[in-house]
Every structure is written in C-alpha cells, then in structure tokens.
C-alpha cells in the first residue's frame, strides 16, 4: 500500500469489502489523512477467537496504510452482549468482564502499534469509561429519543428473534449504547470511522444517525461506515470452529501447535480466500500461492504459508518455529527428543492417544491407539515394515518400549506408514 487510499483497493482486492456508505466520500476523507478508524470487541470470553482476526487485521492495514486505529473493548457493552439471531444471551457478573477486558486488551497490543509516537499510534479504549456514568434518565432522555423503534424493528436480527422467542429489552437496547461508542469516540478523538463484519451494518449506521444528531455542526467532518464480509467455509461448516470449539488466540485455550494445524489443514476450496483475508504477504505471493494450490494442491504449500505466517503474528515467532520443528517429527522429519515438553504435548493432544501404567509390545500399543484394528494386524504391519516407535522402524514383532525410548519420561509416538500418528503415555 504505497498511499493512504489504496486501502479501500486493498479491501477489495481482498475480497472482505462488503458495505461503505460513501465511498467516494471515505475514499477523498481517507487522502485527507491520517483518518481516524475504530473497532469493538466485546469480552464475552476470556479470548478472542480466529473469527476476530478479520477485523483485527483489517485495524492494521488501516495502520500500515497510515491511519490511527482506535481498538475497543466493550466493558459495557460486554455485559450486555450483542443480539445473536438465535437466542437470549447469558450475562456475566461485572467482575469476569472486567477480568476479560483486560485480557482482550493484552491481545489486541500484539497486533496494533499502541508505542510509537506520531499521528498512526493506536488507542486503547474501553466503553465502560464513559457508560457507567450514564443514568437511565440520561440514556433516556438524552440519547433514547434519537433511535426509532420502527428502525430498531427492522433490524435483521430483532426481526428473527420476534419471530422466536422473543428479545429482551436489554438487548434490544444494545445498538444505543454502540451508537453511543461512535459518538463518544468521535468527540474524543475525532474518530469517524467504523468498521466491523457485514451483520453490524444496522449498528453503525445508528451510530452514523446518533452523530449526525447530537453533533450537527460535525467539527470532526463526515462519519462513515465500512463493514467486511462474514466469513464461510466452503462445507458448510462456521469459519473459526473445529470438533474440539472455537480457536483461541490464547494459547491456553488454543495451543499453537493447534492454532498452526488450523491453518495446515484449510480446505483447498477456502485456502485462496483466507489468504486474501488474513495474510500481509505482498499480492503477487498470494496470487503465485493461488497458483500452487490450484496445480499442485497435495502439496499443501498456500495453506503451510499461512498457518507460519499466522502463528508467529499471533503467538510469536519462536513458538512457530517450535511448532513447525514438533510438525516435522512427529512424521520422522526432525528429532523428537529435541522438542520441549510443553510443545510435544500440545502435538500430541492432537493425535489418538492411550494412557498405560506399565509398557506393553509394540503391538499391543498400535491396537490400543486403534492405529490397528487387532494385534494381529498390527504384528502383520511390524513384519510388512510399516510400524514406527519414536521414528525408529520396528523390526521384531515382538518389540518392548524400553524405559529409555520414553521422551520427557512419558511419551511414546507411535506411527504406521507415513501419515497415520498416535501417543502413548506412561503414568
């Protein structure tokens, strides 16, 4: 992105631009620079999940194309929770998302500049600042009487649940209080744009509305909006989700090695779009990776491109490299012994896994992992030369871990044929 208004053609080159409210207007205040954008993550986990990353990311170009970012976190909002079209959301006491805030907080700073001085240092902003001041007369008279009910009615999400179970008036009363963000923000800092995914359209043009009200000489100029496409896979299946839930920034509740084995194993059919979406790769790269991927697709090279680039943005680059090193051992390509205990762990977490409390056969491992459907068929693959333990072939049949094969004292790796992995654990 060589000037400031390249980021609109960034967006969407990109293919996640969905919705602006002018763009010619965006694209003239954006040349205007450096403008002042804002996004909201509400902490209604401890975490934030891959499905953030689309917004999160698109705050950094917006950085990098030389614009001041503005990341905040809903300690207010939080405890209210944004409409979901299903159903009524649980509220959580005070002190968990005030707990959550200040986690939110310490991921976001990994992915904006929040240090350097000069007109692009991001803010750090929290909602609760300036919403626990706010009576209910104040909500009422003040801010209530700009929002439309028919307008509040009509909205997507209102209408599906009315159409259910219904919504409370807590939630219903969600969109003033991000409408009040955009103001707030806006005579802070003279923020005068939102961005978000394509289902927060209706809450950001109320905002847009709730300025245009409440500050009608504009000093800041024009609010706009721009919303970026909600992510699918190409299953059918919601982008963000694996058997085991939600991927996790934090590593806790993700491990990297799981973050990394996400990206490893997008589908072909998704990969070229979450290049476009997540990766800060020059677009002649993307574009060559589109390629491989269509002429070579078993080689995986899109997908291993972005799950390094991503893990080492999100957890850093040491861990990455621990990651790609556990990768490459578990199928015979790197030392196993030579990973740390926390990292062979998390890989192995991964994989079919048995728990014994003394060392059996070789055998009666692979069966216990269910590599093998008996022993029987497992003493067939050792004599065949496809069983593996730690990497190292097994040649009898009759083979017995020794105390020195276990690594960290507790493992086994177990393999047959090139692909198929499972963990055995001494305890």
């Avoid at 969407?12 to 205040?29: I, M, S």
């Avoid at 905002?207 to 100029?221: T, V």
């Avoid at 790609?324 to 994989?351: M, P």
Wanted: proline share 4%; aromatic share 8%; net charge negative.
């Amino acid at each position: 992105m060589d000037n400031v208004t390249d980021i609109v053609d960034e967006l969407r080159w990109r293919g996640v631009l969905a919705q602006t409210t002018d763009e010619e207007a965006l694209r003239k205040a954006l040349a205007d620079g450096p403008l002042t954008l804002y996004c909201g993550f509400d902490p209604t986990a401890k975490s934030l999940h891959v499905g953030h990353l689309t917004q999160i990311l698109a705050l950094r170009r917006f950085q990098l194309a030389g614009h001041r970012p503005i990341a905040l976190v809903g300690g207010a909002t939080g405890l209210i929770g944004d409409p979901k079209p299903s159903a009524e959301r649980a509220l959580n006491d005070v002190e968990t998302v005030q707990e959550w805030v200040g986690a939110l907080r310490g991921q976001l700073s990994a992915f904006l500049d929040f240090d350097t001085p000069g007109p692009t240092q991001a803010v750090m902003a929290n909602n609760y600042e300036w919403t626990e001041s706010v009576s209910a007369l104040s909500l009422l008279r003040d801010y209530g009487k700009h929002f439309s009910v028919n307008q509040m009615l009509a909205r997507d999400t209102v209408k599906s649940r009315l159409d259910g179970e219904g919504m409370s008036y807590t939630e219903f009363s969600y969109v003033i209080l991000q409408s009040l963000d955009f103001l707030e923000l806006y005579k802070q800092y003279g923020c005068t744009l939102q961005i978000g995914g394509s289902d927060q359209w209706g809450n950001i043009t109320a905002g847009l509305d709730l300025i245009r009200r409440m500050q009608a000489n504009q000093p800041h100029g024009p609010a706009h909006a721009l919303t970026q496409v909600l992510l699918t896979k190409a299953d059918g299946t919601k982008f963000g989700k694996t058997e085991g839930g939600a991927v996790w920034l934090d590593p806790e509740l993700t491990t990297p090695y799981a973050f990394y084995q996400f990206w490893l194993n997008s589908d072909d059919r998704d990969i070229a779009r979450y290049l476009r979406t997540f990766s800060f790769k020059p677009r002649e790269e993307i574009e060559e990776l589109e390629r491989a991927t269509e002429e070579r697709p078993q080689a995986r090279a899109a997908q291993r491109a972005l799950a390094e680039e991503l893990t080492a943005l999100v957890h850093g680059a040491d861990q990455c490299a621990a990651v790609i090193a556990a990768s490459k051992a578990l199928f015979g390509q790197g030392d196993l012994d030579g990973l740390d205990e926390a990292t062979l762990a998390a890989a192995l977490s991964e994989l079919p896994k048995a728990q014994v409390s003394e060392l059996a056969p070789v055998a009666d491992l692979l069966a216990l992992v269910e590599l093998v459907p008996s022993k029987s068929a497992a003493r067939r693959t050792i004599k065949e030369g496809g069983a593996y333990l730690n990497n190292a072939k097994v040649t009898s049949e009759e083979a017995v871990p020794a105390a020195s094969d276990l690594i960290h004292g507790r493992w086994l790796v177990l393999r047959r044929g090139k692909r198929n992995l499972g963990a055995v654990e001494l305890v």
